[in-house]
Nanobody, 128 residues
Framework: DVQLVESGGGLVQPGGSLRLSCAAS????????VAWFRQAPGKAREGVAA???????NYANSVKGRFTVSTDNAKKNLYLQMNNLKPEDTARYYC??????????????????????WGQGAQVTVSS
């Protein structure tokens, strides 16, 4: 079974950094398209960063230049490095995986409807 478990959330001051991790079981990254999403209270789930099976990345405009998605060499962990955090980045962050070998365009890559497997989420709060 495919399982995803996030870790690394917490409270950080504006301008600070955090790194989220997503441990995979049942598959290795780069065989499935994967992405990070976030959801703030009262708001829709938003695609933040995506990594496709070819290693190409896509980012939401709101995080470009600040967030970076990557995997480790063993391809068992997915990371989201978040720098220069802002209060509006406060949300619960989820990692997600699509289907093996699935291709997506850049719009689909940040659309939650295209992902089948989800972690439980990690809370990120940016506040002074």
């Amino acid at each position: 079974d495919v399982q995803l478990v996030e870790s690394g959330g917490g409270l950080v001051q504006p301008g600070g950094s955090l790194r989220l991790s997503c441990a995979a079981s049942g598959f290795t990254y780069r065989t499935y398209p994967v992405a990070w999403f976030r959801q703030a209270p009262g708001k829709a789930r938003e695609g933040v960063a995506a990594l496709d099976i070819d290693g190409d990345t896509n980012y939401a405009n709101s995080v470009k230049g600040r967030f970076t998605v990557s995997t480790d060499n063993a391809k068992k962990n997915l990371y989201l490095q978040m720098n220069n955090l802002k209060p509006e980045d406060t949300a619960r962050y989820y990692c997600a995986a699509g289907r093996p070998g699935q291709s997506m365009n850049k719009f689909q890559a940040l659309d939650a409807a295209w992902y089948d497997y989800w972690g439980q989420g990690a809370q990120v709060t940016v506040s002074s």
